[in-house]
DNA sequence: AATCAATAGTTGACGAAGGAAATTATTTAG
DNA sequence: CTAAATAATTTCCTTCGTCAACTATTGATT
């Protein structure tokens, strides 16, 4: 088992987390990278090799004009550790284990019966069980929980403040989790969890600033600014979902009116499809087929959906000008509907050069919630 | 003359930061405050101290039980060196002199024939040659100059990529500054000084997150997020004014619809109240007194005004969850007509917890915008 | 082959910065 | 006058990172 990498100098934690997230790098180039010397990354980096975090990878390729010693880039192990992640929804526990790069390397999900913080624990803990004695032989080397939970999340405490999906009010998560489980827990937002996993390892990597936006039952925004994920001073940031963008529109939960989340949530959007087809039990699958099929009422609401999504980012942008966005989400599984649309309400709004901002839309992989928890659990060995 | 106050050690930097934005602190107060020992704080002031920076009070008020040798706290010599902030419009210069502590000393302001660029600054260098030879003697305590300019600036430059108001494309002002008045010269965004302005001198005290809304012929917004000022990857951030909040709002200069500033601008305000009181040739004044004379439907404008400003205030905060938020502007001059409106509209549509987030609204000052360029060269001194 | 230039990486001396704890300074309470 | 409490300083020490010299490894040139 490898030790604790508690309290380590900035420059190894520099290094540490520039080789996971940027891929093996020469001392040299991390020098160059992290504005230190040449020496100071050798330092930094020898306690990591010999803890068996950092390996030197063979001299392959040869750059530049040919002359000279060819660089032994320092690589993650990626196998050396592995971290279990596991999203908290109202019916539903998913789990992963993944590896220091976080790559899936084995998952998991039960079913809850009911979402009380107790029942919940219990599976929790079952689940984890399942995962670290399952294939892999991953329990000898795993130490790290992570927790992805909707709400209001205190991840310095690891309280969830409150979760309207789940109906939690204070409960102490992460000291109950490590009581079931044994391991060290880190608990965080959901949204927030997966915008970390993109920074570190998806496409916002390197970005100092960066914007994930997320479509489905609700819609969210995880925001890194300043290389650095914010929080809002109250908890809450990121409600992109309940701006409000159209006076007129229709009444949103929050109690305001024409928000993001009441024209283009997946609920939403049934609501609208419903009245647009006339069918008063139609599903969100029946109005995809539907506008797919080219039924041009029921198309107008994905299209309408799209257009708001776009507002929100659009607003987001002209706020804190990211230098990269990507949208995603289970709700974008029908994202050749919506895409257009996203653009084009994004482009229209986008003030001067933020239009330029490059936006990146994909639906949202199976298992990726979980692995955004994972991630935070990653993020708190690295930098802790 | 002090010398330059360059490359500190960061425990001098931050003692100098926290003295100066937060008043006379002990040393003790300081180490708790910075999570520093006391004795680095010793180490820290002594050279702010020698340097003339510092000044060590009187111990004056008890605290606490009684007992103990009192702290002398150590505050800022204001007088100790000048800074001079000039904000540059399109038809006038607005120059101030201010000490360390960002009060204003002496101000001047010249009007501008053409806004272009050689004519601006001979202008410049006249009016700071007045500002510096006017009573006071500022001159030989005097090394740094602000400058304020709205647009597209780079800061890191000094060039100004593009100021549609002076129809200014890539300037290099900074240079061209520093070669006419001998100073050193920081240029920066107009909001954006403002903004850092308020952040140290202002309510924005402490922040760690902070936002400032400007309401007048623009509505813009600076943000500060983990303590640090937002710039934005592509030179833009802030545009609280094309946020848009209404699908079927008035058209916008910026080719979007519905926008803030479409509906609160000055400009936007004087144009519908000229349709709503039929008056072709109303000016921004006789709108205000016909409002406050009880006319329903110029009043109404200017509560869809605040109810606009409001909503993109909830955007702002529901996005980045500030600590506190200050509203102002010369636009605000009539603000006894906007603020139960941008008070409502934010209550509205602020998500949660985000509605306890204090906003305080009140008129902008005269000067206030050269005292932010002001503002702009003591911090490129303090924290360069 | 020998040498040189170029680049990568290591090493050890050094200096700057900050912590720990003993010491000094200054006050009030008794 | 002494003890307790708090503030500030000082000294010693550790840590971290730079600097510059040095080793290592390659391709190119002669």
Redesign the pocket.
């Known amino acids: 088992m490898l030790p604790e990498a508690d309290?380590?100098?900035?420059?190894?934690t520099?290094v540490f987390t520039t080789v996971l997230t940027e891929g093996p790098l020469?001392?040299?180039?991390?020098?160059r990278r992290l504005?230190?010397?040449?020496?100071?990354?050798?330092?930094?980096?020898?306690p990591l090799i010999e803890l068996g975090y950092l390996e030197?990878l063979a001299?392959t390729e040869?750059?530049?004009?040919?002359?000279?010693?060819?660089?032994?880039?320092?690589a993650i192990r990626a196998d050396c550790e592995y971290f279990v992640g596991v999203k908290i929804t109202g019916d539903e526990l998913i789990g992963v284990v993944c590896d220091l790069r976080a790559q899936v390397r084995a998952s998991a999900h039960r079913r809850l019966s009911a979402p009380d913080a107790g029942h919940v624990l219990t599976e929790l803990g079952e689940l984890v069980d399942d995962l670290l004695d399952g294939p892999g032989d991953f329990r000898s080397r795993t130490r790290r929980l992570g927790l992805a939970v909707s709400g209001d999340v205190d991840h310095t405490t690891g309280l969830v403040r409150y979760s309207p999906f789940l109906r939690w009010r204070d409960v102490s998560l992460r000291e109950r989790a490590e009581k079931v489980t044994g391991l060290t827990v880190t608990v965080e937002n959901d949204v927030k969890a997966l915008t970390v996993a993109e920074h570190w390892f998806g496409e916002g990597v390197g970005a100092e600033s960066f914007a994930l936006v997320t479509v489905g039952a609700g819609i969210g925004c995880g925001l890194v600014v300043g290389g650095r994920l914010v929080s809002g001073s109250r908890g809450v940031a990121g409600e992109i979902g309940h701006i409000a963008i159209d006076l007129n529109g229709p009444a949103c939960h929050c109690g305001s009116r024409g928000c993001v989340e009441a024209i283009a949530s997946t609920d939403a959007i049934v609501r609208q499809a419903r009245v647009a087809a006339r069918q008063p039990e139609l599903t969100f699958d029946d109005a995809v087929a539907l506008a797919r099929a080219g039924d041009i009422a029921v198309g107008a609401v994905f299209a309408r959906a799209g257009d708001a999504i776009g507002s929100g980012i659009a607003a987001v942008a002209n706020l804190v000008g990211p230098d990269r966005i990507v949208v995603s989400g289970e709700g974008l599984a029908a994202y050749d509907l919506f895409e257009p649309h996203i653009r084009a309400g994004f482009q229209l709004q986008a003030f001067g050069t933020v239009a330029d901002c490059p936006l990146s839309i994909r639906a949202l992989p199976f298992e990726e919630w979980a692995r955004g928890a994972a991630t935070v659990s990653i993020k708190a060995l690295v930098a802790s």
Chains 1, 2 share one sequence.
């Open positions: 309290a380590l100098a900035p420059a190894v520099a020469s001392r040299v180039a991390l020098a504005g230190l010397s040449s020496g100071a990354v050798t330092k930094a980096a020898r030197e001299a040869r750059t530049g004009p040919g002359a000279g010693r060819p660089a032994s880039p320092l």
